[in-house]
């Protein structure tokens, strides 16, 4: 698989997750549903840099596991929004970059001198970018649920917002 067919990919689930972060309410960025549970602005956050980070992990073609796992905390929502403008700029400009000869190697994520992870790059971008992206926004709008924010349409009517009608 070429990495560059996600450019389409990237750029059509850029608006969904543009509109959850958006509407999230600044004020309750320290909530979270459970004390097992991520923040509502670390879980921002998260979704927010995912592709950039997880883009840059796969052109660098190594990681430690300690900075795979980390959760940076946001400051506000302009910059948990302005860090999500950044991921995405970045991720499209590694994947336009890409060549048969780079989606070939493969990433490896080290925890010491340990090697417990060794993917090719695209397979990389599939499961930790996107599938992992998709989760944590599946998340977000759980809690943003729960906070009472209205959910606009991700993939198609939600309870709040129908684009067909």
Known sequence: MSSKVLVTEIE???TSTQKLLELLPEDKLDWQPHPKAMTLGQLAFHVATIPGRIAKFANDGITS???LIEHPLSKNKEDIVGNFNESIK???EILNATTTDWDSKNWSCMLGEKEIINWSRPTLLRFLM??????H???LS???RI???EIPSI???SADENPFA
């Open 90 to 92: 970045s991720a499209l």
């Open 147 to 149: 906070l009472g924010v």
């Open 142 to 144: 759980t809690y943003l």
């Open 130 to 135: 996107l599938n992992h992206w998709y989760h």
């Open 12 to 14: 059509f689930e850029k």
């Open 65 to 67: 596991a300690e900075i």
């Open 137 to 139: 926004r599946g998340q």
């Open 155 to 157: 993939y198609g009517p």
